[in-house]
């Protein structure tokens, strides 16, 4: 029987394959240690790149010197402060358990409604950091940090939360807090003052060749190095997408695979990696890096093995109703190169990822870089049509009027009365 009626009666899943991501593992063990900068730990990246699953993983690999709580801000009903803050402490003290944690010593929970602010940081707390003993940190693993914004916006949380937390961050040095962030919301990371701060947070990127081949040793694979090679080109190491390549593979895993298996399993593959690379189309884009991917996806549609640069993609946009100057036009390429979407530089630019060159090659459209613009030209050609059509109609009508003037004066010129001639004889 548990100790206390929040204590688990299941365990976790079964981790997923993973590889790689020891820069942020470390970067977390550092902010941990290191009590100099009491913010918030802030993680960003795009969709499917892993974000959720670097948490999750890390629950499962971090040493007994921290204590970490995954919360998944997706799963909780915020239905008011109160439900927050008891399923704050309810998820502490199943990752106290799991971390073999006696957690009847704590502060007993007989009534919910008793969970305050007050109650978390003058009793549950102090109690929570005699029993990991000052060696040890807790850390609290907040994933999907929008939904806090969201709440907060839609008043189900009070404007002060964020302020709360950073308080208990404060006051509490064995206490750490990492939130993860999706790269289309990056804009709002500044809502999330006082408790982040800009100098501490930790960008994605994709996967390294070599975390790639670990990934797809995930699988029980025994991948040739020049397929590996083949899978990394094709994915650029999105997490997400290399995944997708192992699980299609895992049906010959009893073979070595080779560039073959690999080249057999790729429009499967590129199937369903569409939503993904649809995803960061429509979502992760400004309508300036749309024109630049479109214009590179055209250049290499005429001519794949084009030289790319800068100056070809501002000729190119000069010859559609979008055109770019040269700043623009850089501006633009520094910030998908940023982006992990190309690589090289301005004199020298390249697709990531050649099923994202696919993708793009495919379905990049100027009428869908901005629909607003795309309508206001279909409007201005159905006015320019009815101008034209309107002129046609007048120019028939001043010829009409022309030709009967025509025909009435004719008939006048006959009508009129025969003069009579005088003939002289001489």
């Known amino acids: ?71 998944p801000l997706t799963d909780v009903t915020f239905s008011s402060e109160n439900a927050w ?51 040890r940190r807790l850390v609290w693993l907040m994933d999907d940090a929008e939904q806090l914004l969201d709440v907060i916006q839609s008043k189900k949380l009070p404007d002060d939360t964020l302020s709360f937390l950073y308080e208990v961050l404060q006051t509490h040095l064995q206490l750490g807090i990492v939130l993860t962030l999706n790269e289309d919301n990056e804009s709002r990371s500044s809502q999330l003052a006082p408790l982040v701060s800009t100098s501490l947070f930790h960008r994605l990127h994709p996967l390294s060749l070599d975390e790639t081949s670990t990934l797809l040793e995930q699988f029980g694979l025994t991948v040739e190095p020049s397929a590996i090679e083949q899978i990394f080109v094709l994915t650029d190491g999105h997490p997400l997408i290399v995944q997708y390549m192992g699980d299609e593979l895992q049906s010959i895993r009893h073979m070595t695979i080779t560039e073959a298996h690999v080249e057999d399993m790729t429009n499967e593959v590129y199937q369903q990696s569409y939503d993904t690379y649809r ?7 400004s309508q300036t890096e749309r024109l630049i991917l479109t214009a590179i996806s055209g250049l290499l549609y005429d001519d794949p093995l084009i030289d790319l640069n800068a100056q070809r993609v501002e000729s190119w946009l000069l010859e559609t109703d979008h055109p770019l100057d040269k700043t623009a036009v850089n501006a633009a390429i520094r ?20 099923l994202f060159q696919r993708w793009l090659i495919e379905h990049a459209r100027m009428d869908e ?18 101008r034209n059509g309107l002129l046609i109609i007048i120019s028939i009508i001043i010829f009409t009027i022309m030709i009967v003037a025509l025909l009435q004066q004719s008939n006048q010129s006959t009508s009129l009365p025969l003069q009579p001639t005088v003939t002289l004889e001489q």
Request: proline share 6%; hydrophobic share 40%.
């Open 1 to 71: 029987m548990n100790e206390n009626q929040l204590e688990p009666d299941i365990q976790p899943e079964p981790p997923k394959p993973f590889a790689g991501r020891d820069d942020i593992f470390a970067r977390i063990q550092q902010y941990l240690v290191d009590p100099s900068d009491r913010h918030a730990l802030l993680i960003i990246g795009r969709d499917a790149m892993g974000k959720s699953h670097i948490l999750q993983h890390y629950v499962e690999v971090v040493d007994n010197s921290v204590i970490p709580c995954y919360l």
């Open 85 to 135: 803050l008891t399923h704050l402490i309810e998820q502490t003290n199943i990752a106290l358990s799991y971390s073999n944690f006696t957690i009847s010593r704590l502060p007993q929970i007989t009534d919910t409604e008793a969970i305050t602010r007050q109650w978390i940081t003058s009793e549950y707390l102090p109690e929570v950091n005699k029993l990991i003993r000052s060696h």
């Open 369 to 386: 870089v901005n629909p607003t613009v795309a309508k206001s030209n279909a409007v201005d050609d159905s006015l320019v049509l009815s």
């Open 335 to 354: 910030g998908l190169d940023f982006r992990d979407l190309i690589a090289g530089s301005i004199s020298n630019i390249s697709i990531r990822g050649e």
């Open 279 to 285: 995803n960061i189309w429509q979502k992760s884009l």
